[in-house]
Structure formats: C-alpha cells, structure tokens
Nanobody, 129 residues
C-alpha cells in the first residue's frame, strides 16, 4: 500500500556530505512517524533518526547526533536525511521506514524496527578514508 524509494547514496570522502531522499507513494505518509535505519555488512540494522508528524519531534542516535538532520516535505510526500561530516563508520545501506499508526509514548520506542510497517529497499552510502 505504501512504497518507499530511497535515493541519494553514493561514494563520498570522509568529512563530506550527502543528502538522502525517501519518496513515498501509494498513500500519504504525512501522519506517519518516519525513520532512517542503516545496516553495515555483518552487522544488525541500527536506528539512525526519526521524525514525527510534528516537525519538532525528532530523535537521533548518539552516533549521528549533531551531524545528521532528518526532515520531511509533506507536499512532496518525501523524507530526507542530510548527512554532514561523514565518517568511514557511516558506511552502510540506509533504509527509510514508515510507521503508519504511531503510538509510542517515548523516543526509544521509535528506535525499534518492529514499529515500522513499510520499508524501502535501501541506498548504499560508502565513506572513504
């Protein structure tokens, strides 16, 4: 019912920047909680950032806080992840996800992959040293 397509990944040098986009189709995600997750080879998928319907409700993993910014454009049904000061440890496949019925009472709840109803196929981000 909802399709999510990530774009904007690529190869960048350490210290550089990338802007990832997540385009949703099929239904509006304006009322959804949206999340970015990432998965490196041999590692579990980990939380990166979330944003609620209220644009002021954002939450970040400690590893990216101060470097990454999540945002959304409801008119375009699109979510973004601006990534600055990239490090080799940021290398991973980045996934966009949508929780269509957000009901969490705390931020931790939205870091759990089980909360999300739809997932994109991912976009590769590679940071060279």
């Amino acid at each position: 019912q909802v399709q999510l397509v990530e774009s904007g990944g690529g190869l960048v040098q350490a210290g550089g920047s990338l802007r990832l986009s997540c385009a949703a189709s099929g239904r509006t995600v304006s009322s959804a909680a949206m999340g970015w997750f990432r998965q490196a080879p041999g590692k579990e998928r980990e939380f990166v950032a979330t944003i609620r319907k209220s644009l002021g409700r954002t939450y970040y993993a400690d590893s990216v806080k101060g470097r990454f910014t999540i945002s959304r454009d409801n008119a375009k049904n699109t979510v973004y992840l601006q990534m600055n000061s990239l490090k080799p440890d940021d290398t991973a496949v980045y996934y966009c996800a949508a929780d269509m019925a957000p009901s969490c009472s705390d931020n931790y709840c939205y870091t759990q992959t089980s909360r999300y109803d739809y997932w994109g196929r991912g976009t590769q981000v590679t940071v060279s040293s």
